[in-house]
């Protein structure tokens, strides 16, 4: 991977490097085409990447060089993800999506947009809605809009909704 990778960057001129999301694909394309054109790199953090691994420290290249070999095969997994994200800090500027990641990493909080026309209920028939979604009138449906993940509150949504004690709340994953 890491030899097409250097191929790839080879190829890349341009004035300034954007990445999308601190993992091997692309940051690590992004700081090899840095590298070799000298170019300013910035770096997008749109998510906590080690969560969707239910991790939160970093790997160092000697604590990855001890890993086994098959723990290194992919470089979207695990291991490589850890080892990015110590190397955050080496872009040489930095935007965030929220103020969480903002506390976390630095930089520039830069929201990423999301087309509120989408959840505009007067735009949709809602008892044809609850029809499709096999929803029924006396049900109360709660809207988690994203990827569910621990640390977007999606376990305390589910506890708070159980704690009402009313079988009529559904919650829908959207």
Request: one cysteine or more; charged letters at 35%; aromatic letters at 8%.
């Given at each position: 991977?890491?030899?097409?990778?250097?191929?790839?960057?080879?190829?890349?001129?341009?004035?300034?490097?954007?990445?999308?999301?601190?993992?091997?694909?692309?940051?690590?394309?992004?700081?090899?085409?840095?590298?070799?054109?000298?170019?300013?790199?910035?770096?997008?953090?749109?998510?906590?990447?080690?969560?969707?691994?239910?991790?939160?420290?970093?790997?160092?290249?000697?604590?990855?060089?001890?890993?086994?070999?098959?723990?290194?095969?992919?470089?979207?997994?695990?291991?490589?993800?850890r080892a990015c994200e110590p190397?955050?800090?080496?872009?040489?500027?930095?935007?965030?999506?929220?103020?969480?990641?903002?506390?976390?990493?630095g930089g520039l909080v830069v929201?990423?947009?999301?087309?509120?026309?989408?959840?505009?209920?007067?735009?949709?028939?809602?008892?044809?809605?609850?029809?499709?979604?096999?929803?029924?009138?006396?049900?109360?449906?709660?809207?988690?809009?994203?990827?569910?993940?621990?640390?977007?509150?999606?376990?305390?949504?589910?506890?708070?909704?159980?704690?009402?004690?009313?079988?009529?709340?559904?919650?829908?994953?959207?």
């Amino acid at each position: 991977h890491l030899r097409v990778m250097e191929e790839v960057a080879e190829r890349i001129d341009a004035d300034a490097l954007w990445v999308s999301k601190p993992r091997l694909p692309s940051y690590a394309l992004g700081i090899l085409a840095k590298e070799l054109r000298n170019r300013p790199l910035m770096l997008d953090v749109d998510d906590h990447e080690l969560a969707f691994f239910d991790e939160d420290t970093g790997l160092d290249l000697w604590q990855l060089g001890k890993l086994p070999r098959d723990e290194l095969s992919w470089p979207f997994e695990r291991a490589w993800t850890r080892a990015c994200e110590p190397l955050i800090a080496a872009a040489d500027r930095l935007t965030v999506s929220n103020v969480a990641l903002q506390e976390r990493f630095g930089g520039l909080v830069v929201p990423h947009a999301r087309d509120e026309r989408v959840f505009d209920p007067k735009r949709y028939d809602r008892e044809a809605s609850r029809r499709r979604l096999g929803v029924s009138e006396s049900e109360r449906l709660l809207l988690f809009g994203g990827t569910p993940r621990i640390y977007k509150g999606i376990v305390e949504l589910l506890r708070a909704v159980d704690r009402l004690g009313d079988d009529r709340y559904r919650i829908l994953l959207f």
